[in-house]
C-alpha cells in the first residue's frame, strides 16, 4: 500500500528555544530563510507523500498560514514586478493538500499522533518530527518508505550517537542484517536510558513509517516518561506482534529544536547557497584567528 499521508506533530511547547518560542513556533524559525518546516514538507513531498496532517496547538496558527495564500501580499509582489518572489509564494500554498487537527493539551508525542487516527485511517503513514532536519541526497523519508514496500512493516530511523548520549534519545535493541547492513530487525526500544543501561548506540530520530496498528497501541499505553503519551511505549507493544524495522539513514542530521542544533543547521545550509558561502567561510576564519589571538585555542 502506498504511504500517502505524512503526521507532522507541531504541538510542542518549544521549552528549550525560549525566549524565542514564547510566541513564534519553534518550526518558524529560519534556517537561512525558510522555516525550518517548510524544509520537512519539502522533504515529505519529494518522496510522494500527497497529505499533510499538522496536529498543531493553540498559538501556532503561522504554521498552516505559511502554506496558505496570501492576497495581499501576492498583489503587492505583482504590482512591483516582483514575480521571483511572487512564484516562490504561491508555490508554497501549491505544494501539498495540508489538514490540521488540535491538539488540545500537550500530552506526548504519542498523543499527538493519536490525534491523527480517524484522518490517517487504516493505512501505513509516515511520521516526521519538525525538530529533526536531515540534508541527505535521497529525502530520508523516501528511503524509510523504500524500506517499508520491500518488507511491509513498520521502519524507525536510527542514527548511531556517542554511548554517553544514550540518555537523550530512545534507543534500539537491534540486530542488523546481514544482507543489508543500514537494516536492522529491533528486539526492544527504551526510552532515554541511562548509559550503563543502554543496550546500543543506536538512537531514534524524528522519521517514522507506522502501520495503522500502532493507535490500538497509543490508546492503551499508560502515561510514561515526563508524564506524557510516548510513541516508543506504544512502538514496544507493537513489537509483540508486528515486526519493527531500524534504518540507518544515509544524511547529516540536524536537532534544530535545540539551540546549538539551530545554530549548525544555519551554517550547514547557508554553506550550500552560493551567495553565502565565501563570505560565510572569511567570517568563520576570521572569528578563529580572534579565538587563536587570544589564547583561547
Ligand atoms: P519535543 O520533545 O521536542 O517537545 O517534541 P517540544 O515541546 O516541542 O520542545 P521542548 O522539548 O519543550 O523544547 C518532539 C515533537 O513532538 C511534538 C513537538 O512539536 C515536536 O515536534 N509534540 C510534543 C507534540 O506535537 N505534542 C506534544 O504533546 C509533545
Given at each position: 500500500m502506498k504511504i500517502r499521508k505524512a503526521v507532522i506533530p507541531?504541538?510542542?511547547?518549544?521549552?528549550?528555544?525560549?525566549p524565542a518560542t514564547k510566541t513564534i513556533p519553534?518550526?518558524?524559525?529560519?534556517?537561512v530563510d525558510k522555516p525550518s518546516i517548510q524544509y520537512i514538507v519539502e522533504e515529505a513531498v519529494q518522496s510522494g507523500i500527497e497529505q499533510i496532517i499538522f496536529i498543531n496547538a493553540r498559538g501556532k496558527e503561522a504554521i498552516e498560514d505559511h502554506f496558505d495564500t496570501h492576497i495581499e501580499m501576492e498583489t503587492i509582489l505583482k504590482n512591483r514586478g516582483n514575480d521571483l518572489l511572487l512564484e516562490e509564494i504561491q508555490k508554497l500554498s501549491r505544494l501539498v493538500q495540508i489538514a490540521t487537527i488540535r491538539?488540545?493539551?500537550?500530552?506526548g508525542l504519542g498523543h499527538a499522533i493519536l490525534c491523527a487516527k480517524d484522518l490517517v485511517g487504516q493505512e501505513p503513514f509516515a511520521v516526521m518530527l519538525g525538530d529533526d532536519l536531515v540534508d541527505s541526497k535521497v529525502p530520508c523519508i523516501q528511503q524509510l518508505i523504500h524500506i517499508f514496500n520491500e518488507e511491509k512493516a513498520s521502519v524507525i530511523a536510527l542514527m548511531k550517537v556517542k554511548?554517553?548520549?544514550?540518555?537523550?534519545y530512545g534507543i534500539a535493541d537491534a540486530t542488523p542484517r546481514k544482507s543489508h547492513e543500514r537494516l536492522h530487525d529491533i528486539r526492544a526500544l527504551l526510552e532515554k536510558p541511562p548509559v550503563e543501561k543502554?543496550?546500543?548506540?543506536l538512537a531514534i530520530i524524528g522519521r517514522y513509517i507506522l502501520t495503522p496498528e500502532i493507535f490500538d497501541q497509543l490508546e492503551e499505553v499508560p502515561p510514561g516518561k515526563g508524564g506524557e503519551i510516548q510513541l516508543t511505549d506504544a512502538l514496544v507493544k507493537l513489537l509483540h506482534f508486528q515486526k519493527v524495522l531500524g534504518y540507518c539513514y544515509e544524511g547529516e542530521r540536524f536537532d534544530a529544536g535545540d539551540k546549538f542544533g539551530f545554530l549548525e543547521a544555519n551554517l550547514h545550509y547557508a554553506f550550500k547557497r552560493p551567495e553565502f558561502k565565501e563570505r560565510l567561510y572569511e567570517k568563520i576564519s576570521s572569528l578563529y584567528h580572534q579565538l587563536l589571538l587570544s589564547n583561547r585555542l
Amino acid at each position: 500500500m502506498k504511504i500517502r499521508k505524512a503526521v507532522i506533530p507541531v504541538a510542542g511547547l518549544g521549552t528549550r528555544f525560549l525566549p524565542a518560542t514564547k510566541t513564534i513556533p519553534k518550526e518558524m524559525l529560519p534556517i537561512v530563510d525558510k522555516p525550518s518546516i517548510q524544509y520537512i514538507v519539502e522533504e515529505a513531498v519529494q518522496s510522494g507523500i500527497e497529505q499533510i496532517i499538522f496536529i498543531n496547538a493553540r498559538g501556532k496558527e503561522a504554521i498552516e498560514d505559511h502554506f496558505d495564500t496570501h492576497i495581499e501580499m501576492e498583489t503587492i509582489l505583482k504590482n512591483r514586478g516582483n514575480d521571483l518572489l511572487l512564484e516562490e509564494i504561491q508555490k508554497l500554498s501549491r505544494l501539498v493538500q495540508i489538514a490540521t487537527i488540535r491538539q488540545k493539551v500537550p500530552l506526548g508525542l504519542g498523543h499527538a499522533i493519536l490525534c491523527a487516527k480517524d484522518l490517517v485511517g487504516q493505512e501505513p503513514f509516515a511520521v516526521m518530527l519538525g525538530d529533526d532536519l536531515v540534508d541527505s541526497k535521497v529525502p530520508c523519508i523516501q528511503q524509510l518508505i523504500h524500506i517499508f514496500n520491500e518488507e511491509k512493516a513498520s521502519v524507525i530511523a536510527l542514527m548511531k550517537v556517542k554511548k554517553e548520549q544514550t540518555s537523550l534519545y530512545g534507543i534500539a535493541d537491534a540486530t542488523p542484517r546481514k544482507s543489508h547492513e543500514r537494516l536492522h530487525d529491533i528486539r526492544a526500544l527504551l526510552e532515554k536510558p541511562p548509559v550503563e543501561k543502554a543496550p546500543s548506540n543506536l538512537a531514534i530520530i524524528g522519521r517514522y513509517i507506522l502501520t495503522p496498528e500502532i493507535f490500538d497501541q497509543l490508546e492503551e499505553v499508560p502515561p510514561g516518561k515526563g508524564g506524557e503519551i510516548q510513541l516508543t511505549d506504544a512502538l514496544v507493544k507493537l513489537l509483540h506482534f508486528q515486526k519493527v524495522l531500524g534504518y540507518c539513514y544515509e544524511g547529516e542530521r540536524f536537532d534544530a529544536g535545540d539551540k546549538f542544533g539551530f545554530l549548525e543547521a544555519n551554517l550547514h545550509y547557508a554553506f550550500k547557497r552560493p551567495e553565502f558561502k565565501e563570505r560565510l567561510y572569511e567570517k568563520i576564519s576570521s572569528l578563529y584567528h580572534q579565538l587563536l589571538l587570544s589564547n583561547r585555542l
